[in-house]
Nanobody
Framework: QLQLVESGGGLVQPGGSLTLSCAAS????????IGWFRQAPGKEREGVSC????????YYSDSMKGRFAISRDNAKNTVYLQMNSLKPEDTAVYYC???????????????????WGQGTQVTVSS
């Protein structure tokens, strides 16, 4: 069974940067599309970013474009989310999710993902 563990969350000042990691165990991530999502108190879980299994396609929500960057290192079996120019509204629990896609190059919809991590808290505050 694929297991995902997020790390790297914490407290950061507005305008600061933070890098989140999604480490996988059980299976290599080579054939998995990986998505990052976040959920703030009282709000629905929303998509943040996604990277296809091949790494050839990425997705960013409009509010994250130009600020966040997703990448994957299959050798380390880890996917990263580099977050820059953080804003208070970025405060949320961030989750990573995975879907097996052996063939194809796409980012799944939120309801397609089969595996989810437990989340890591990101707080942006001065």
């Amino acid at each position: 069974q694929l297991q995902l563990v997020e790390s790297g969350g914490g407290l950061v000042q507005p305008g600061g940067s933070l890098t989140l990691s999604c480490a996988a165990s059980g299976f290599p991530l080579t054939y998995y599309a990986i998505g990052w999502f976040r959920q703030a108190p009282g709000k629905e879980r929303e998509g943040v970013s996604c990277i296809s299994s091949s790494g050839g396609k990425t997705y960013y929500s409009d509010s994250m474009k130009g600020r966040f960057a997703i990448s994957r290192d299959n050798a380390k079996n880890t996917v990263y989310l580099q977050m820059n120019s953080l804003k208070p509204e970025d405060t949320a629990v961030y989750y990573c999710a995975a879907l097996l896609i052996v063939y194809g190059n796409r980012c799944p919809k939120i309801n397609e993902y089969d595996y989810w991590g437990q989340g890591t808290q990101v707080t942006v505050s001065s």
